[in-house]
């Protein structure tokens, strides 16, 4: 088997067939998430609060996601691998936008990148698959903005319909091979997953579009404390992690870890 690529998920949406898709940082994880059917794997810059303890994505680097990306795309065979351009390295136009990509490339070995925006974005997109680098754009919630946007807030609710289409439209048109729809209403992202030839991926828009994504820490209930309405855990890691921990340490504690048998 191979890797799958950017038009397998073009054909999957053509038959109707859906997929998930996960966030992923190193080796471990990367592989399980690979021989368990996850067609697409990204190097979220989520790795700012999931990896790095910062409170946004904004302070991360490329030069620490970088060797992240190298660690999930060692791990895997059959995903494809998306390296997430964080905030700060594409913004100043297509020749930023388009040098970055090419390290996430080169460095990285990923196989697509990632960026936020919509139409203020689509000449960097255009330059970044112009150079045979296939993009995966991402709208509505654009988590590098929060400062501006004032938190994780829903988008294109109401009359702010007509701009995440927009949005849509022009990532589309400049050539992004599919677009991560977070936190819209239901309603707007069915009418993207009409409208867009390419397939939508939704974080917090509902069960309409052509493929959904969590964080894997929030999905494997890694991360503790209240997460967003749109998650859904289908494990408890925290709790089975905790239970290992407590127990190593009180065996270690009484003396009856290292056994006999674990002894040279
Ligand atoms: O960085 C990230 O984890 C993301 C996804 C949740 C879409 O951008
Ligand atoms: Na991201």
């Not at 998930?20 to 998430?33: G, N, P, S, V």
């Not at 996850?38 to 996601?65: C, H, Q, R, W």
């Amino acid at each position: 088997t191979r890797r799958i690529r950017t038009r397998d998920l073009l054909a999957a949406k053509e038959r109707g067939e859906r997929w998930a898709m996960l966030t992923a940082y190193d080796q471990y994880t990367a592989a399980i998430f690979d021989r368990s059917g996850i067609p697409v794997l990204l190097v979220g810059d989520s790795a700012a609060n999931n990896v790095f303890g910062y409170e946004t994505t904004v302070p991360v680097t490329v030069d620490e996601l970088l060797p992240l990306v190298r660690a999930v795309v060692r791990a895997t065979r059959h995903t494809l691998v998306v390296g997430d351009l964080p905030f700060g390295s594409y913004e100043e136009g297509p020749t930023q936008a388009l040098r970055t990509a090419v390290r996430f490339m080169k460095e990285g070995g990923c196989h697509a990148v990632k960026l936020e925006g919509g139409r203020n974005r689509a000449a960097q997109i255009a330059a970044i698959t112009d150079a045979g680098i296939p993009v995966l754009a991402h709208i509505g919630f654009t988590p590098q903005r929060e400062h501006t946007i004032g938190g994780y807030r829903v988008q294109g609710r109401g009359d702010a319909a007509e701009e995440v289409l927009a949005d849509a439209r022009a990532v589309a048109e400049a050539g992004a091979f599919a677009v991560v729809l977070e936190m819209v209403p239901g309603v707007v992202a069915k009418r993207v997953t009409n409208e867009l030839p390419v397939p939508t991926i939704g974080i917090g828009a509902g069960p309409e579009t052509d493929a959904q994504v969590l964080v894997w820490q929030d999905m494997a209930g890694l991360r503790t404390g209240k997460a967003p309405r749109f998650v859904k855990r289908y494990a408890d890691l925290a709790a089975v992690l905790t239970d290992a921990t407590r127990r190593f340490a009180a065996e270690v504690r009484d003396g009856e870890f290292p056994a006999a048998e674990h002894t040279f």
